[in-house]
């Protein structure tokens, strides 16, 4: 591992700040492949000696050692009790100043602060430095005007609109008690139940479970306790053993031989409403039927072409991939995977899912969230190279629109949220986001575009 060095951003202030001169000194740079670069340097003797002493005079200004008046120990004694010390520091400051002065020349743009990765001070006093850094590789654009793609149709069936709209029946389902018989096919039941292994490596383990529902329908029950279940009313008890396949479809219960106590807490029958205009009224502000369908048909339409539209643009993306062979910078890749992974992990901290426990593969998640940042990175820089060269831009006009629907979903003024934008880098981010997003429909426009169906 090395020591990761910020030479683009001011020192903060330390305990000694070595103001010497600094010599000069003939960087010799290495390609190590398409994005790495080793730099390395030799810091002369002389400015190490230079740099040392004057350490040693400020330290000294600082310290209190008995048998000296505070402030005026010796440089002498100073190199010769903190000489581990003082060599430390200087090889921080130098190896920061150096480094930094190579960087403000102009001769590369690293994507991330060096790393020195190598510091030794040899016989004659020199100071030996190899610092390791990033470079974006510059995009050699090919042929990207002229890609061809296919348009799914966006043609809407009457058989898709009568499936939504019974979607949406079947969603308005409701639950209502049963009092007056017992539970049958299709009733949802909710019961607590004590199980009891009677076989196996878990044999004599109990467990309990609380407010478990169930529906007597399909294949949802195991068919001992669907038969145990039946008939049965609130507040009834019931036992019934149950002995597991090996190739049973869940895990835990496969192979396992469980007496379970059941008690029934309540018996609920689902009750669905017919598709009809008083359906439509407890949908939402629809005066009738045909008016829901009118709008059911309008969502999926719009979907369809919305969807289709996607499906040409990342048609196109691909291709142009495919085309454009880039290699991204590995510190980009760790950076932006260490960030999603973050992301996940606070998504289930707010679930109240502990991270450790939520039964992820964080090594194999890891693995596949790299693939996608890499990809992700490689559009973003190849959508950024045409839009320098195609000098695509940005109306302020979509700008303040996509800000309003923001600021809107947020619940804030226009002007409040702008400024919390401004100041963490999402309206940065929204900006680069709309201009990636109007490279792909200046492909579109370029491009040789079919719909689905039609010969070439």
Sequence with gaps: MGVR????????????NVTSMPAKVDPKLTRENETRRRLDLTIPAAEMETATEEAARQ???????????RGHVPTKVVRQRFARELQEEVIEQLA????????DSGQEDPVAPPVLKEQQVVEDGSLKLVAIYEVQPPVQLGEYRGLAASRPSTTLSDQEVDDALE??????TRLHPVEDRGAAEGDDILVDMEGLDLEGEEKGVTFRREGIGMRLAGDDVHPELWKAL????TGFCREVTVAYPDDYRTKGLAGRTIRYQLNVKSVRQPRTPLLDDDLARNAGDFKDLAELRQRVQEDLQHRKEKDAHESVRQSLLNQLLERHPLVVPQVLVDQEVHRRLESIAHQLARQGVDPTQAGVDWPKEKERQAERVREDLRAARLLDAIAEAEKLEVKDVDMERHLAEEAARANQPLPVLRASWQKD??????????RRDAVLDFLSSVGHIQKEGESA
Excluded: N, T, Y
């Excluded at 330290?59 to 008046?69: D, Q, S, T, W």
């Excluded at 100043?97 to 960087?103: E, G, L, N, P």
């Excluded at 979607?167 to 308005?172: A, E």
């Design 425 to 434: 880098g999402r309206l940065d981010a929204l900006h680069r986001h709309l």
């Design 96 to 103: 920061s100043r150096h480094v930094a002065a190579f960087m």
């Design 167 to 172: 979607s949406i029946r079947m969603g308005m």
């Design 59 to 69: 330290m000294g200004r600082k310290l209190r050692i008995p048998g000296f008046r």
């Design 230 to 233: 039946l008939g049965a009313q």
């Design 5 to 16: 060095i910020p030479p683009f951003a001011p020192q903060e202030s330390k305990r000694i």
